[in-house]
């Protein structure tokens, strides 16, 4: 271990590791602290990942890190609570008391997806509950489907979903929902709580279902860099607020000098293959970054 490295990654994912991967193989000193929270943790597998389609979560983890360290990254357990300046570095704090300084930053630590307050969701997510159709579509298609309203947003998820079944419900749990395609069933009133075999509304009524889908709101992991003045931008879709994220240009750079982001930090809709890709761009403009400084 060293105190000062070219970049520190902070963020195991497939992001941080891409990113790593690619300066460890420019020959930069690369630091990556892992807080081992990955948000797609309770997948069964990653998917339209070319070449890794339907590998465990975990699994595609554990060959990255095994990649990284292969040209000298280092990588450790750690959660980092503090970043902040120290003249010409920049040094992160983890809550274990250590500390580290390095040229530059790359941020990679996600967003946190925040379930509506219904019991049983948090038990089945990322198995039978679900959000996306393009990360779990498939493998419930044609299968009795089951959409809980967050928002008029549903309408979007209920015309989306009709691609992969044809007994889709819409529940409105208690919300407008406009423009509902024909071919969904809606269910009106509110939920009471869920399970593996269906949903119970308020009123005492079960509706079977074998899956559910429900709109998350993404919360960007960033609030350890308050401290170097770098804040979170609200995204929204039709006027709503949908998730938080870290701006940054198109190769990742922010607006604090010497700090790079990537992954669903600065695309909080991106999938798996898409922040491998964003971490590999912003490991290769760190570098460049590196050589004109």
Not at 212 to 223: D, E, F, K, P
Request: net charge negative; hydrophobic share 45%; with cysteine.
């Amino acid at each position: 271990m060293s105190d000062r490295y070219d970049v520190i990654v902070i963020g195991g994912g497939a992001a941080g590791l891409s990113g790593a991967l690619t300066l460890a193989r420019a020959r930069r000193r690369v630091l990556v602290v892992d807080g081992g929270q990955p948000r797609n943790a309770p997948a069964d597998g990653v998917h339209n990942y070319l070449g890794r389609e339907n590998t465990p979560p975990g699994e595609l983890l554990r060959i990255g890190r095994e990649e990284a360290r292969g040209y000298g990254a280092e990588i450790i357990e750690g959660e980092v609570v503090r970043a902040y300046r120290d003249g010409d570095d920049l040094r992160v704090g983890l809550a274990d008391g250590t500390g580290f300084g390095a040229r530059r930053l790359l941020v990679t630590t996600g967003v946190v997806d925040a379930l509506p307050d219904i019991p049983g969701l948090a038990e089945g997510w990322g198995h039978w509950v679900i959000h996306c159709p393009y990360c779990h579509g498939w493998e419930v298609r044609d299968r009795p489907v089951g959409i809980i309203a967050t928002s008029p947003l549903a309408a979007h998820a209920a015309l989306l979903w009709t691609q992969w079944t044809g007994d889709l419900v819409l529940f409105t749990n208690g919300h407008e929902v406009p423009d509902v395609p024909a071919a969904v069933k809606i269910v009106e009133g509110p939920v009471a709580k869920v399970e593996a075999q269906g949903v119970h509304l308020a009123d005492g009524e079960f509706v079977a279902r074998e899956a559910l889908v429900v709109q998350t709101t993404l919360a960007a992991r960033a609030g350890f860099l308050g401290e170097l003045g770098l804040g979170t931008t609200v995204l929204e879709m039709q006027g709503l607020p949908v998730a938080t994220y870290v701006a940054a240009d198109a190769m990742g750079r922010t607006d604090v000098p010497g700090v790079w982001v990537a992954g669903n930090l600065a695309d909080p809709m991106g999938q798996v293959i898409g922040a491998a890709a964003g971490g590999m761009k912003a490991g290769a403009a760190l570098n460049m970054d590196l050589l004109l400084s």
